[in-house]
């Protein structure tokens, strides 16, 4: 059973440029949230989505957008890549149940010149 | 949700017992307590949560007061492979019914042979 599968695994951008990360969260869950990760900082809380919709949001620009396909995929956009965006980008699913806790996916590696 | 306090970092030999106390004073009445431990360039792990009095499983215990404004997590007899970073998370559902992830710096424990 694949736990959460992040796509691609490293990346490098130029800034201004534009970038789409993907996850696919764990059999069975349902909710999909997603973090930013600096080199030697706790992880960031971006977004949140179920049922194809926002449902929570961070203190992060517009410049991060997201989406839910129906069969609980993810995708994470970011415009106008700054160099303050390289980080390690996490995504994290859930299923039914607050009382049980995220699986993380690896991350990808964003690394903005 | 509560803001959650967290030594930076410990050290420990193989097969001690260590304890990460986390301190959560304004922990709300419906808040859980969760730990995640992150190894570098992964994503976090989910170890444990609880509500009060004691939690144990295959691979730790959590200890909550009464009054719940800490907790402590126990890691018995560790290895070098629990070289990480410990986080310690406290909240539950927003308003909306989801759960958002609030991470801490975290502990970094370091196990020395």
């Known amino acids: 059973d694949a736990g959460v599968t992040q796509s691609p695994t490293h990346l490098i951008k130029t800034r201004g440029q534009q970038v789409t990360l993907r996850c696919s969260p764990k059999?069975?869950?349902?909710?999909v949230s997603w973090y930013q990760q600096a080199l030697g900082q706790g992880p960031q809380f971006i977004f949140q989505?179920?049922?194809?919709?926002?449902?929570q949001r961070g203190n992060f620009p517009d410049r991060f957008s997201g989406h839910q396909f129906p069969n609980y995929s993810s995708e994470l956009n970011v415009n106008a890549l700054l160099l303050g965006d390289s980080a390690l980008y996490l995504c994290?699913?859930?299923?039914?149940?607050?009382?049980?806790?995220?699986?993380f996916g690896s991350g990808t590696r964003l690394t903005v010149v | 949700l509560a803001k959650t306090t967290q030594p930076i970092s410990m050290d420990s030999y193989e097969g001690q017992e260590v304890n990460i106390t986390c301190s959560h004073n304004?922990?709300?009445?419906?808040?859980?307590i969760t730990w995640y431990q992150q190894f570098p360039s992964q994503g976090p792990r989910f170890i444990i949560q609880?509500?009060?009095t004691k939690v144990t499983n295959e691979v730790a215990s959590l200890f909550i007061p009464a009054d719940r404004k800490s907790s402590t997590l126990s890691l018995p007899r560790v290895s070098l492979s629990d070289t990480a970073v410990y986080y310690c998370?406290?909240?539950?559902?927003?308003?909306?019914?989801?759960?958002?992830?609030?991470f801490g710096t975290g502990t970094r424990l370091l196990v020395s042979p």
């Open positions: 989505y179920y049922e194809e919709e926002e449902r």
């Open positions: 998370l406290v909240g539950v559902s927003e308003n909306t019914g989801f759960q958002k992830l609030v």
């Open positions: 994290a699913s859930r299923g039914q149940g607050i009382h049980y806790g995220y699986t």
């Open positions: 059999s069975g869950h349902d909710t």
């Open positions: 304004n922990i709300a009445t419906n808040d859980y």
């Open positions: 609880g509500y009060k």
